[in-house]
Protein backbone atom coordinates (compact mmCIF):
# COMPACT_ATOMS: atom_id res chain seq x y z
CA UNK A 1 0.00 0.00 0.00
CA UNK A 2 1.31 3.95 -1.05
CA UNK A 3 0.47 6.09 2.17
CA UNK A 4 0.60 9.82 1.99
CA UNK A 5 0.72 11.32 5.55
CA UNK A 6 1.14 15.19 5.96
CA UNK A 7 2.75 15.88 2.95
CA UNK A 8 3.71 19.44 2.25
CA UNK A 9 5.39 21.51 -0.14
CA UNK A 10 6.27 25.13 0.18
CA UNK A 11 7.85 27.23 -2.68
CA UNK A 12 9.08 30.64 -1.98
CA UNK A 13 6.88 30.20 1.75
CA UNK A 14 3.55 29.82 -0.44
CA UNK A 15 2.06 26.11 0.07
CA UNK A 16 1.41 24.10 -3.04
CA UNK A 17 0.54 21.14 -1.24
CA UNK A 18 -0.90 21.67 2.51
CA UNK A 19 -0.43 18.59 4.96
CA UNK A 20 -2.18 15.93 1.96
CA UNK A 21 -2.48 12.52 3.77
CA UNK A 22 -4.42 9.51 1.53
CA UNK A 23 -4.00 6.31 1.00
CA UNK A 24 -3.75 3.77 -1.91
CA UNK A 25 -3.76 0.20 -1.34
CA UNK A 26 -3.14 -2.43 -3.70
CA UNK A 27 -5.56 -4.14 -5.99
CA UNK A 28 -7.13 -0.20 -6.70
CA UNK A 29 -7.26 2.48 -9.17
CA UNK A 30 -7.10 5.61 -6.52
CA UNK A 31 -7.99 9.14 -8.70
CA UNK A 32 -6.25 12.00 -7.62
CA UNK A 33 -7.55 14.68 -9.00
CA UNK A 34 -8.09 18.74 -8.90
CA UNK A 35 -7.82 22.05 -10.92
CA UNK A 36 -4.76 22.88 -12.49
CA UNK A 37 -2.45 24.64 -10.17
CA UNK A 38 -4.10 22.34 -7.13
CA UNK A 39 -1.34 20.47 -6.04
CA UNK A 40 -1.60 17.48 -7.91
CA UNK A 41 1.72 17.10 -10.03
CA UNK A 42 3.80 18.48 -7.29
CA UNK A 43 2.35 15.43 -5.16
CA UNK A 44 3.18 12.91 -7.95
CA UNK A 45 6.41 14.29 -8.05
CA UNK A 46 6.97 14.20 -4.30
CA UNK A 47 6.25 10.71 -4.42
CA UNK A 48 8.29 10.05 -7.28
CA UNK A 49 11.42 11.30 -5.61
CA UNK A 50 12.19 14.31 -8.58
CA UNK A 51 11.44 17.10 -5.68
CA UNK A 52 12.12 17.03 -2.02
CA UNK A 53 8.53 17.49 0.43
CA UNK A 54 9.52 20.33 3.03
CA UNK A 55 6.77 18.28 5.43
CA UNK A 56 5.00 15.10 5.90
CA UNK A 57 5.95 11.29 5.12
CA UNK A 58 5.57 8.73 2.29
CA UNK A 59 5.63 5.24 3.21
CA UNK A 60 5.55 2.01 0.57
CA UNK A 61 4.37 -0.88 2.54
CA UNK A 62 4.66 0.80 5.71
CA UNK A 63 8.48 1.51 5.27
CA UNK A 64 9.47 4.84 4.76
CA UNK A 65 10.44 5.47 0.94
CA UNK A 66 13.67 7.98 1.89
CA UNK A 67 15.42 4.97 4.10
CA UNK A 68 15.99 3.28 1.11
CA UNK A 69 15.04 5.32 -2.17
CA UNK A 70 16.67 2.99 -4.59
CA UNK A 71 14.72 -0.10 -3.54
CA UNK A 72 11.13 2.12 -3.89
CA UNK A 73 11.93 3.31 -7.18
CA UNK A 74 12.60 -0.23 -8.28
CA UNK A 75 9.01 -1.34 -7.75
CA UNK A 76 7.26 1.66 -9.40
CA UNK A 77 6.66 2.65 -13.09
CA UNK A 78 5.70 6.42 -13.37
CA UNK A 79 4.19 7.87 -16.54
CA UNK A 80 4.60 11.85 -16.41
CA UNK A 81 2.04 14.35 -17.52
CA UNK A 82 5.20 16.18 -20.38
CA UNK A 83 6.60 13.49 -22.43
CA UNK A 84 10.09 13.79 -21.10
CA UNK A 85 12.07 11.76 -23.96
CA UNK A 86 15.65 11.51 -25.83
CA UNK A 87 14.43 12.72 -29.17
CA UNK A 88 17.66 11.28 -30.84
CA UNK A 89 16.71 7.51 -30.22
CA UNK A 90 14.52 5.50 -31.60
CA UNK A 91 11.45 4.01 -29.71
CA UNK A 92 13.27 0.44 -29.84
CA UNK A 93 16.52 2.23 -28.74
CA UNK A 94 14.25 4.06 -25.96
CA UNK A 95 12.68 1.25 -24.12
CA UNK A 96 16.48 -0.47 -24.59
CA UNK A 97 17.94 1.84 -22.50
CA UNK A 98 14.92 1.58 -19.60
CA UNK A 99 15.01 -2.07 -19.53
CA UNK A 100 18.93 -2.10 -18.98
CA UNK A 101 18.86 0.19 -16.18
CA UNK A 102 16.03 -1.80 -15.12
CA UNK A 103 18.60 -4.46 -14.95
CA UNK A 104 16.01 -6.69 -17.30
CA UNK A 105 17.75 -9.25 -18.76
CA UNK A 106 18.76 -9.41 -21.90
CA UNK A 107 16.59 -11.96 -23.53
CA UNK A 108 13.53 -11.15 -21.60
CA UNK A 109 13.62 -7.68 -22.49
CA UNK A 110 13.74 -8.09 -26.40
CA UNK A 111 10.86 -10.27 -25.95
CA UNK A 112 8.90 -7.60 -23.99
CA UNK A 113 9.90 -4.92 -26.23
CA UNK A 114 8.96 -6.55 -29.45
CA UNK A 115 5.60 -7.28 -27.25
CA UNK A 116 4.90 -3.75 -26.47
CA UNK A 117 5.43 -2.44 -29.12
CA UNK A 118 3.70 -4.63 -31.42
CA UNK A 119 0.73 -4.27 -28.74
CA UNK A 120 0.74 -0.50 -28.92
CA UNK A 121 0.73 -0.44 -33.00
CA UNK A 122 4.16 1.18 -33.23
CA UNK A 123 6.25 -1.95 -34.70
CA UNK A 124 6.58 -0.28 -37.83
CA UNK A 125 8.27 2.75 -36.44
CA UNK A 126 10.64 1.17 -34.06
CA UNK A 127 13.91 2.32 -35.63
CA UNK A 128 12.00 5.88 -36.92
CA UNK A 129 13.57 8.58 -33.73
CA UNK A 130 11.40 9.82 -30.85
CA UNK A 131 11.59 13.29 -32.58
CA UNK A 132 9.30 12.30 -35.33
CA UNK A 133 6.91 10.62 -33.34
CA UNK A 134 3.82 12.38 -32.64
CA UNK A 135 2.14 13.30 -29.39
CA UNK A 136 0.15 9.80 -28.93
CA UNK A 137 3.40 7.71 -30.29
CA UNK A 138 5.34 9.61 -27.53
CA UNK A 139 2.60 8.66 -24.79
CA UNK A 140 2.74 4.72 -25.70
CA UNK A 141 6.42 4.32 -25.49
CA UNK A 142 6.05 6.43 -21.89
CA UNK A 143 3.34 3.70 -21.39
CA UNK A 144 6.03 0.84 -22.19
CA UNK A 145 8.70 2.44 -20.33
CA UNK A 146 6.67 2.65 -17.36
CA UNK A 147 5.44 -1.07 -17.52
CA UNK A 148 8.08 -3.19 -18.67
CA UNK A 149 9.73 -3.94 -15.44
CA UNK A 150 6.12 -5.36 -14.24
CA UNK A 151 5.69 -2.81 -10.85
CA UNK A 152 4.18 -3.32 -8.07
CA UNK A 153 2.76 0.71 -8.15
CA UNK A 154 1.97 2.28 -11.00
CA UNK A 155 2.02 6.02 -11.50
CA UNK A 156 -0.29 7.77 -13.98
CA UNK A 157 -0.08 11.30 -14.48
CA UNK A 158 -2.58 12.30 -17.42
CA UNK A 159 -1.66 8.75 -19.17
CA UNK A 160 -4.51 9.56 -21.39
CA UNK A 161 -3.02 12.73 -23.20
CA UNK A 162 -2.87 12.72 -27.06
CA UNK A 163 -3.97 9.12 -27.76
CA UNK A 164 -6.85 8.18 -29.91
CA UNK A 165 -10.17 6.54 -29.33
CA UNK A 166 -9.25 3.32 -29.77
CA UNK A 167 -5.96 3.45 -27.47
CA UNK A 168 -7.53 5.21 -24.99
CA UNK A 169 -9.87 1.94 -24.81
CA UNK A 170 -7.37 -0.20 -24.43
CA UNK A 171 -5.50 2.16 -21.89
CA UNK A 172 -8.60 2.30 -19.42
CA UNK A 173 -9.36 -1.40 -19.72
CA UNK A 174 -5.06 -2.10 -19.16
CA UNK A 175 -5.23 0.27 -15.56
CA UNK A 176 -8.97 -2.04 -14.50
CA UNK A 177 -6.61 -5.35 -15.35
CA UNK A 178 -3.93 -3.80 -13.76
CA UNK A 179 -5.86 -3.06 -10.58
CA UNK A 180 -7.52 -6.77 -10.92
CA UNK A 181 -4.12 -7.97 -11.00
CA UNK A 182 -3.72 -6.58 -7.31
CA UNK A 183 -1.59 -3.88 -8.52
CA UNK A 184 -1.72 -0.17 -6.66
CA UNK A 185 -2.65 2.10 -9.00
CA UNK A 186 -2.35 6.57 -8.57
CA UNK A 187 -3.92 7.86 -11.20
CA UNK A 188 -4.25 11.68 -11.61
CA UNK A 189 -6.14 13.03 -14.59
CA UNK A 190 -8.45 15.34 -15.96
CA UNK A 191 -10.59 12.97 -17.45
CA UNK A 192 -13.64 12.63 -15.06
CA UNK A 193 -15.60 10.49 -16.88
CA UNK A 194 -12.41 7.91 -17.20
CA UNK A 195 -11.29 8.46 -13.29
CA UNK A 196 -15.51 7.64 -12.52
CA UNK A 197 -15.12 4.28 -14.68
CA UNK A 198 -12.11 3.06 -13.60
CA UNK A 199 -11.46 4.24 -9.89
CA UNK A 200 -12.42 2.81 -6.89
CA UNK A 201 -12.27 5.94 -5.19
CA UNK A 202 -11.04 9.58 -5.44
CA UNK A 203 -9.04 12.23 -3.89
CA UNK A 204 -9.64 15.61 -4.41
CA UNK A 205 -7.91 18.52 -4.11
CA UNK A 206 -8.08 22.30 -3.97
CA UNK A 207 -5.39 25.09 -3.56
CA UNK A 208 -3.24 22.30 -1.91
CA UNK A 209 -5.41 20.27 0.03
CA UNK A 210 -7.80 17.44 0.35
CA UNK A 211 -11.28 18.53 0.02
CA UNK A 212 -12.49 15.04 -0.61
CA UNK A 213 -11.12 11.25 -0.04
CA UNK A 214 -14.04 8.24 -0.68
CA UNK A 215 -15.26 6.31 -3.44
CA UNK A 216 -17.52 7.36 -6.18
CA UNK A 217 -20.42 6.00 -4.98
CA UNK A 218 -20.14 7.54 -1.31
CA UNK A 219 -19.40 10.24 -2.27
CA UNK A 220 -22.47 10.52 -4.85
CA UNK A 221 -24.53 9.56 -1.85
CA UNK A 222 -23.18 11.90 0.78
CA UNK A 223 -23.11 14.91 -1.55
CA UNK A 224 -27.03 14.21 -3.30
CA UNK A 225 -25.32 14.52 -6.62
CA UNK A 226 -25.59 12.60 -9.55
CA UNK A 227 -21.97 12.01 -11.36
CA UNK A 228 -18.14 13.18 -10.45
CA UNK A 229 -18.04 15.55 -12.75
CA UNK A 230 -20.68 17.26 -10.50
CA UNK A 231 -19.31 16.55 -7.24
CA UNK A 232 -15.79 18.17 -8.51
CA UNK A 233 -17.30 21.21 -9.83
CA UNK A 234 -18.81 21.82 -6.55
CA UNK A 235 -15.95 21.02 -4.59
CA UNK A 236 -12.73 21.90 -6.53
CA UNK A 237 -14.27 24.72 -9.65
CA UNK A 238 -16.81 26.62 -6.97
CA UNK A 239 -17.91 28.00 -10.30
CA UNK A 240 -20.85 27.95 -12.13
CA UNK A 241 -19.94 26.52 -15.78
CA UNK A 242 -22.89 27.79 -16.58
CA UNK A 243 -22.39 31.21 -15.22
CA UNK A 244 -18.48 31.22 -16.41
CA UNK A 245 -19.51 30.02 -20.26
CA UNK A 246 -22.13 33.11 -20.14
CA UNK A 247 -19.72 35.50 -19.17
CA UNK A 248 -17.31 34.85 -21.55
CA UNK A 249 -20.00 34.79 -24.65
CA UNK A 250 -20.63 38.49 -23.23
CA UNK A 251 -17.13 39.18 -23.06
CA UNK A 252 -16.35 38.03 -26.98
CA UNK A 253 -19.62 40.55 -28.10
CA UNK A 254 -18.46 43.52 -26.04
Known amino acids: MLEVRGLTKLFSGIPAVDNVSFTA ?9 GPNGSGKSTTVKMITGLIEPTQGHIFWRD ?7 VAFK ?3 G ?25 LIPRQRLVAKIEAFLRQFGLWEDRYTAIASYSKGMKQKILLAAALL ?27 QSLAES ?14 ERVCSRVVILYKGK ?19 EAIFTQLALRQ ?15
Open 63 to 69: ADIRREP
Open 210 to 228: VVANDSVASLRGLMALPSL
Open 74 to 76: SVF
Open 25 to 33: PPGEVTGYL
Open 78 to 102: YVPEEPYLYPHLTGAEYLELTGELR
Open 149 to 175: HDPELIILDEPFSGLDVNSALVLRRLI
Open 240 to 254: DPDEMAASLIEAMKK
Open 182 to 195: GKTILFSSHELETV
